[in-house]
């Protein structure tokens, strides 16, 4: 038995400061291109690994990165904490509850991004020659799998991009986080039992009747019972004032530990337990943003890091690159999911300029798309070759979905916020610092403009929208909205807290800036349009201060008219 020496422990501390450090840098260089920084952390791997240093610098690279077992076990262990903690991240993105309350639109646009891409990708790749398949007997299964890989979409990313256009808080976004929640959660349920039926594939037709039940119901029990269960015990920690956020840290790694751990026992990956464990912890309002946030930052700062690298320290990119199939994939997995998702939202009544926001947002395949294919290149269910390709389309799809995404938001007709804005609709210090309060007192001024609408009957339609996903975004601003059937034009009011409001921020701060935003029952372009305008607006730190120093409402007003009339100026040189 071989064990741990002083050496094994320098060169992993080595290695871990180099992969880390090139990782951490690179990435932060793509995300000032507005690139993800999973491109980033593959290319540190690719270089460090044998497509780069191994093929030119052999003896350096078996210098850092020894061929010992026992070395190669330590990196490989780290790494795949990386991969799981990754699914536990990306199951707290999903809203189960926000989610299953839209499942009329978010459920047809869900669904035909699920089965679209299947159908668009089956074909093709049971077609392939034998050459690219492991074994040529189990054509169905790799095809099935391929298709499978092509339906997951990368929350996390189009969450990102939502975020960088200032359109995440919107009606539109939460419709498109809604959609590829349900999204990942099918594609995760099929691929994790396409993925069991091939371990498995020697057990009898009832093994896998087995296998496919007990993934249901765990699935089932969780969403439903272990939910609420979970939201009871992390609400407990929140009113015992336990410390935060490491009391909810610790609970939500052992949660995903333990679901890992049943989900491994039916036979299908401990990755869909951490992955479900994350959906029910974060679905509990009494996690906060601020907490959320540590969780993220943790995650993608330190873990997942390690398992995109850890990729390209074991595949030769080169010797293994082949350019029909990369094109193929890459194709087949952005048209598929494009063609899904659009065929989808036209089964809605959402206006015409959302539907290409829509589809272009479900695009990428990214971190997903290439956990999956590592799972299949480790169970043998792939060759090296289709996983370098599913590699290049996870990260092609990533890095196009910014800019054609962007080009989507800015096709829509320029409006300035100063039409549905007055110097009647700000107030100049708010009369409470409790969020409720707060918007029940701005929607009294809203409602004093509107001939049609009630107070009580504003706040409702708000609060409700307020309780399905929190509109505080960074820097002290806050964009509670609705959208109602008896107004015919858009409303904003603004209200300045001096002392701030708890708004449960993802930055955790107080929020000073209140912009009440009021459309039509239609308004979801109207919509995305004013918020994004607020949001750019409100970035800039000289803004802010201007407004927080200014003496009366009628300063505030003046200040407004000035900064929104300059950003619609400077749009307009954009577009030109």
């Not at 010992?68 to 999903?94: D, K, P, Y």
């Amino acid at each position: 038995m071989e064990y741990l020496n002083e050496n094994n422990i320098f060169i992993f501390l080595i290695q871990l400061a180099l992969l880390l450090g090139l990782a951490r840098g690179l990435g932060e260089l793509f995300r000032r291109w507005k690139q993800p920084p999973l491109t980033a952390e593959l290319l540190v791997g690719i270089v460090m690994g044998p497509t780069i240093l191994g093929r030119f610098l052999p003896a350096l690279r078996q210098a850092i990165f020894p061929s010992s077992a026992v070395q190669q076990n330590m990196l490989e262990t780290a790494a795949w904490i990386g991969v799981l903690f990754l699914l536990l991240e990306s199951g707290l993105e999903i809203d189960f509850a926000s989610a299953w309350r839209q499942r009329g639109d978010a459920l047809k646009i869900a669904l035909a991004d699920i089965i679209l891409p299947m159908i668009v990708a089956f074909i093709p790749c049971l077609l392939l020659p034998d050459s690219y398949l492991v074994n040529p007997g189990q054509r169905i299964v790799f095809a099935l799998f391929m298709a499978t890989v092509m339906t997951i979409s990368a929350l996390p990313i189009a969450a990102r991009a939502l975020h960088d256009l200032k359109i995440f808080k919107t009606d539109l976004g939460f419709l498109i986080m809604s959609a590829l929640s349900v999204n990942d959660i099918l594609g995760w349920l099929l691929f994790t039992l396409v993925l069991g039926f091939f371990i498995r594939s020697g057990v009898d037709i009832r093994g896998v009747l087995i296998i496919a039940f007990s993934t249901l119901a765990f699935t089932a029990v969780c969403l439903t019972a272990g939910r609420k269960l979970v939201d009871k015990i992390i609400t407990g920690i929140k009113e015992k004032k336990m410390p935060q956020p490491g009391v909810p840290l610790t609970f939500i790694c052992v949660l995903g530990a333990l679901c890992g751990a049943v989900t491994q026992k039916i036979g299908i990956h401990a990755l869909f337990g951490f992955f479900i464990a994350g959906i029910m912890a974060g679905g509990s309002r009494a996690l906060s943003e601020n907490v959320r946030q540590v969780i993220s930052q943790m995650v993608y700062a330190i873990f997942v890091p390690l398992f995109f690298v850890n990729i390209g320290l074991k595949v030769d990119f080169l010797g293994s690159f082949d350019i029909f199939l990369v094109l193929l994939v890459s194709v087949i997995g952005i048209a598929g999911r494009f063609l899904g998702a659009w065929f989808g939202v036209n089964l809605t009544s959402l206006p015409r300029t959302n539907r290409l926001s829509i589809a272009i947002a479900h695009i990428p395949g990214g971190a997903m798309e290439i956990v999956v294919g590592s799972l299949a290149l480790e169970y043998n269910l792939i060759t090296e070759p289709v996983f370098v390709a599913i590699v290049f389309g996870a990260v092609v799809s990533s890095v196009i979905l910014g800019p054609w995404l962007s080009y989507s938001v800015m096709r829509r007709k320029e409006i300035s916020v100063l039409e549905y804005f007055s110097s009647r609709g700000i107030v100049g210090v708010l009369g409470d610092n409790e969020r409720d309060r707060v918007i029940s007192e701005l929607c009294g001024v809203a409602a004093g403009q509107l001939e049609s609408s009630e107070p009580e009957d504003i706040y409702q339609a708000v609060i409700s929208r307020e309780n399905e996903m929190g509109t505080a975004i960074e820097e002290g601003i806050a964009v509670p909205h609705a959208r109602l059937s008896e107004i015919k034009t858009p409303l904003v009011v603004f209200g300045r807290s001096i002392d701030g409001v708890e708004w449960n921020s993802p930055d955790g701060k107080p929020v000073h800036f209140v912009f009440l935003i009021l459309t039509p029952e239609k308004g979801y372009d109207t919509q995305v349009q004013i918020l994004s305008s607020i949001a750019k607006t409100m970035s800039d730190a000289g803004t802010r201060n201007a407004i927080a120093e200014a003496h009366d409402a009628q300063e505030i007003w003046d200040t407004f008219r000035a900064v929104f009339a300059k950003h619609v100026v400077r749009n307009k040189k954009v577009r030109a």
